[in-house]
């Protein structure tokens, strides 16, 4: 039969080292940029795994991380599950109190942090008992003054470390190696596991030619940050193929990305939609020279189709869509044209392009509509189910793994059509989704309808309560400055009219200061939905 | 944690039937080409499997093919693992005993057989106790008349098998799937065993980038027999991939393969180098359209760096070298020049592409020399040696197992040397070395060299045995028609002289009529032997 070899984490910077010593990991800081070959990573990476050992780090005991895209960011990324520990990437942008709360809950022994990001462990150092050391990552002379308490220098503390350490060879490819929490609309983030096996699997799947093809001859930058599903995947496949990786740092603008494109000569990228639209405004601005750029990777939330036809009719920079979340590591789907596709009239093919795109290799999907399986016919809407070598199976420790998680397949929570390519369109949120009288309509659509008018700014699309239809839909709408008090509801609704039957058409629109938003600047219907309500049950 | 998603071959064809129904098998056959959808494939493989089952063919059994590249092998490649069971390609080029030997040594309990090879199933037919069913597939109207008993047409059982039968989904990725006897050069072949693990691991890897990058945007061809290593994995990734693939069917020549590749507008295909020089052939003596062609596979051994030239330069056809062997699934290393070797002069990147390459993602090497790992200067010699997902562990009930496998790697038999940039390049076999006091002569470099020669048709470089230096080479060479008699032993050796170091020289030229050859055309070393001692006794 054959070896039983285990799909581990550690053969991946292995074959970095030997295969690829003179490549490079190109980091940028805030005053100018760094250069590391694999060779020096590899060493360095050995080092800080020698040094969390000797920390007290044991197999299967979590160390944290509250950084930027960087090197020593990139070190920990193998150092840790190098170690059979596991990698917890901190999402910043959490509140503290939510810090506190997934540091806690996977009893984080180690932190690694940036020293900009000091201040968020200042905030929340009495609530954070498991923590025994904090290791600060700068690039500044020395760590900034702080009250924390078992406070290492990165750098410092490296130097005791040895660059000869052998990464653990005791890992079952199921043993868990990284950790990464989602946000959940109510409650607590919840955890999701990788495995070696998972991070391994789905690392190939990134350089398959028929999703990111992620290469050796690619020089990648991973912008969406690594505390987002380990930047979707790309420091390990790139590191595992000898991918070149520019790293965009701290506190970066659409300026500093683009002029790293153009400088680095980048020839993939990734990150999400107001990413991307950012960079465009910049390349709208000013001349750069993207001639290397092979594709631009989205995710995250959907890209306008306007995004995507600029970039790539005007700007002759190849777009893709791709789809995923913390559950699934992140990559599932990718917009990537099958041949017969490629072959149609631009408008055809910017259609399937703006939808989320096909399942890749490795993973299957179901999608339920309201009466079973839905048809492919790019109409009838369901909820999107997952299975796959690199979906979660449950969220860590939490009751709401039962949500998600039944019948062996991962219920996304997102609802989609699905067309006779087999390509899927995100159209909303099951929850955000308005169930009327038996229909589905959703909320997406007629929000995207509604953004389109020339005078309303933002729009979302709720739902309320109805005695005969169960729910309606009801419009929230914020006017252009220039437009304020000059649009009437009957105008909206005229204006929606031609594009949608007669029972989508939202019962009431409200005209409103502003929409409610979450923290990464989504809209928040829960509170929307609240305020609605009240405004109502004022009326009556 | 992450689900437990097994890897197992039925997946593979159930995504080619859900995403890519319309993508098509192109299967040649004696008077034409036959089309078919995934979509057709799919129910017809179910069909199949159906139809083993109705057979008796029990998890774990083993089910023989005879046959070349056609759709109905296809068929079988999905419809015998998507039962559980083991696909057992046997070389049609074996000799009857040896097919015999491997067809009670499989126990195959159904053999599904080419029309032309019944001829090989009439003469061992006494001898094959455990087959209990014969499946006949021919394009003719009728089966060829036989003497064999429980003879079935293919198309005819076919009709009796359900198009939704249920692949089974009792599968663990470690069970085995598939089965390949690969020639020893004593005693009879050795069985090597793959797993759906090894075999899904093996595919993804075929689509990865930097290694042969097979996509749904690829038509490919399939040279290599699929009795030979699962036609190197191709049928497996295209499928899955949803590639279209074309068959070149039974007793195809030069011609037939150019006008398929030219017709059907191939982009990847891959053979061996007699194949491809046969193709090269025909291209310098017709017009060929290949533009399609992205890659011309080459494997199975290495193919003269001339050819690789002239495909690339004359003809602008990409040719990259893979190695491998029945023990590695096969593909372990590709000649895909990474991007600094990219930007070389010619000269330097044909040495470099004239290797067998790098190591691909998911395999680890050792080359062990006289004292342990050798330097990757390109010059030491050494033994490779292997690991892998999808590596051997053994032979199937085989005693010599341990000459191959032990300390955790596959011990492959190729003396190689590795260079700075990692790429490998086979230099001989460790049987075939010449140990001449404690250093190592590669007969092969010998040989190459001999063969430079004007006057020189073919050589081969033997041990013989020494008093003081244990061994030392004897050349033995046929010259060409018009040079018989007209080249003297020190002529042969002036002309290698500047070439390499004293001791590496021959002690003895002696002139043949022809060198025994095995019946794939390899030189017979042991045979050559045995001559040459007998020789030299005689003369004592």
Same mark, same amino acid.
């Given at each position: 039969?054959?070896?039983?070899?285990?799909?581990?984490?550690?053969?991946?910077?292995?074959?970095?080292?030997?295969?690829?010593?003179?490549?490079?990991?190109?980091?940028?800081?805030?005053?100018?940029?760094?250069?590391?070959?694999?060779?020096?990573?590899?060493?360095?990476?050995?080092?800080?795994?020698?040094?969390?050992?000797?920390?007290?780090?044991?197999?299967?005991?979590?160390?944290?991380?509250?950084?930027?895209?960087?090197?020593?960011?990139?070190?920990?990324?193998?150092?840790?599950?190098?170690?059979?520990?596991?990698?917890?990437?901190?999402?910043?942008?959490?509140?503290?109190?939510?810090?506190?709360?997934?540091?806690?809950?996977?009893?984080?022994?180690?932190?690694?942090?940036?020293?900009?990001?000091?201040?968020?462990?200042?905030?929340?150092?009495?609530?954070?008992?498991?923590?025994?050391?904090?290791?600060?990552?700068?690039?500044?002379?020395?760590?900034?003054?702080?009250?924390?308490?078992?406070?290492?220098?990165?750098?410092?503390?490296?130097?005791?470390?040895?660059?000869?350490?052998?990464?653990?060879?005791?890992?079952?490819?199921?043993?868990?190696?990284?950790?990464?929490?989602?946000?959940?609309?109510?409650?607590?983030?919840?955890?999701?596991?990788?495995?070696?096996?998972?991070?391994?699997?789905?690392?190939?799947?990134?350089?398959?030619?028929?999703?990111?093809?992620?290469?050796?001859?690619?020089?990648?930058?991973?912008?969406?940050?690594?505390?987002?599903?380990?930047?979707?995947?790309?420091?390990?496949?790139?590191?595992?193929?000898?991918?070149?990786?520019?790293?965009?740092?701290? /506190?970066?603008?659409?300026?500093?990305? &683009?002029?790293?494109?153009?400088? %680095? !000569?980048?020839?993939?990228?990734? *990150? @999400? =939609?107001?990413?991307?639209?950012?960079?465009?405004?910049?390349?709208?601005?000013?001349?750069?020279?993207?001639?290397?750029?092979?594709? /631009?990777?989205?995710?995250?939330?959907? &890209?306008?189709?306007?995004?995507? %036809? !600029?970039?790539?009719?005007?700007? *002759? @920079? =190849?777009?893709?869509?791709?789809?995923?979340?913390?559950?699934?590591?992140?990559?599932?789907?990718?917009?990537?044209?099958?041949?017969?596709?490629?072959?149609?009239?631009?408008?055809?093919?910017?259609?399937?392009?703006? !939808?989320?795109?096909?399942?890749?290799?490795?993973?299957?999907?179901?999608?339920?509509?309201?009466?079973?399986?839905?048809?492919?016919?790019?109409?009838?809407?369901?909820?999107?189910?997952?299975?796959?070598?690199?979906?979660?199976?449950?969220?860590?420790?939490?009751?709401?793994?039962?949500?998600?998680?039944?019948?062996?397949?991962?219920?996304?929570?997102?609802?989609?059509?699905?067309?006779?390519?087999?390509?899927?369109?995100?159209?909303?949120?099951?929850?955000?989704?308005?169930?009327?009288?038996?229909?589905?309509?959703?909320?997406?659509?007629?929000?995207?309808?509604?953004?389109?008018?020339?005078?309303?700014?933002?729009?979302?699309?709720?739902?309320?309560?109805?005695?005969?239809?169960?729910?309606?839909?009801?419009?929230?709408?914020?006017?252009?400055?220039?437009?304020?008090?000059?649009?009437?509801?009957?105008?909206?609704?005229?204006?929606?009219?031609?594009?949608?039957?007669?029972?989508?058409?939202?019962?009431?629109?409200?005209?409103?200061?502003?929409?409610?938003?979450?923290?990464?600047?989504?809209?928040?219907?829960?509170?929307?939905?609240?305020?609605?309500?009240?405004?109502?049950?004022?009326?009556?």
């Amino acid at each position: 039969m054959m070896m039983n070899v285990q799909l581990t984490i550690p053969t991946m910077m292995e074959r970095a080292e030997k295969f690829f010593p003179k490549k490079q990991v190109i980091s940028r800081y805030s005053n100018g940029i760094k250069r590391f070959t694999y060779k020096e990573i590899g060493k360095r990476t050995r080092q800080l795994a020698n040094v969390l050992e000797n920390l007290g780090v044991k197999k299967g005991e979590a160390v944290g991380t509250l950084a930027w895209n960087h090197h020593r960011h990139l070190e920990a990324y193998f150092a840790i599950p190098g170690i059979s520990a596991l990698l917890h990437t901190i999402n910043i942008r959490l509140d503290p109190q939510q810090i506190a709360y997934i540091i806690n809950h996977a009893k984080d022994k180690v932190l690694l942090v940036d020293d900009c990001f000091l201040p968020i462990l200042d905030a929340i150092k009495y609530h954070i008992p498991t923590v025994e050391a904090i290791i600060v990552m700068t690039d500044e002379e020395s760590v900034p003054a702080t009250t924390l308490t078992n406070v290492y220098e990165y750098e410092a503390l490296l130097k005791t470390g040895s660059e000869t350490y052998l990464f653990s060879t005791d890992i079952n490819e199921n043993d868990p190696a990284g950790l990464c929490y989602t946000s959940a609309t109510t409650g607590n983030p919840k955890g999701v596991v990788y495995t070696h096996r998972s991070i391994y699997l789905h690392s190939m799947a990134l350089g398959l030619a028929d999703t990111c093809a992620v290469s050796e001859q690619d020089i990648a930058m991973p912008i969406v940050p690594m505390f987002h599903v380990n930047a979707w995947g790309f420091p390990f496949a790139c590191t595992w193929f000898g991918t070149n990786v520019v790293m965009p740092g701290p /506190f970066f603008t659409p300026k500093i990305l &683009a002029e790293l494109i153009e400088s %680095e !000569k980048v020839t993939i990228a990734a *990150g @999400v =939609p107001t990413i991307w639209m950012g960079v465009l405004k910049e390349m709208e601005e000013r001349e750069y020279d993207f001639s290397n750029v092979r594709s /631009f990777i989205s995710g995250g939330s959907a &890209a306008p189709r306007g995004i995507i %036809e !600029k970039y790539e009719k005007k700007f *002759g @920079v =190849p777009f893709v869509q791709a789809y995923g979340m913390t559950e699934t590591s992140p990559l599932v789907m990718a917009s990537v044209l099958k041949s017969n596709q490629q072959a149609l009239p631009d408008d055809e093919r910017y259609e399937y392009k703006a !939808k989320q795109g096909m399942i890749i290799p490795g993973v299957d999907m179901k999608v339920i509509g309201v009466e079973g399986e839905v048809k492919w016919d790019g109409k009838e809407m369901g909820e999107l189910l997952l299975r796959g070598p690199w979906i979660a199976s449950e969220y860590l420790n939490d009751e709401r793994t039962t949500d998600a998680f039944h019948d062996g397949w991962l219920h996304t929570g997102d609802v989609v059509t699905v067309d006779e390519e087999g390509f899927v369109k995100i159209v909303d949120r099951t929850k955000d989704l308005i169930k009327s009288g038996g229909e589905w309509i959703s909320s997406v659509d007629l929000e995207n309808a509604l953004m389109a008018h020339e005078g309303i700014f933002e729009a979302s699309v709720i739902a309320v309560p109805h005695e005969k239809w169960q729910e309606r839909p009801v419009a929230c709408v914020v006017l252009k400055d220039a437009y304020k008090d000059q649009v009437t509801k009957e105008e909206v609704l005229a204006f929606l009219a031609p594009q949608f039957a007669k029972w989508w058409l939202p019962d009431d629109v409200l005209f409103m200061e502003e929409i409610p938003k979450t923290s990464v600047g989504k809209f928040l219907k829960r509170k929307l939905r609240e305020q609605v309500l009240e405004q109502y049950q004022s009326n009556l």
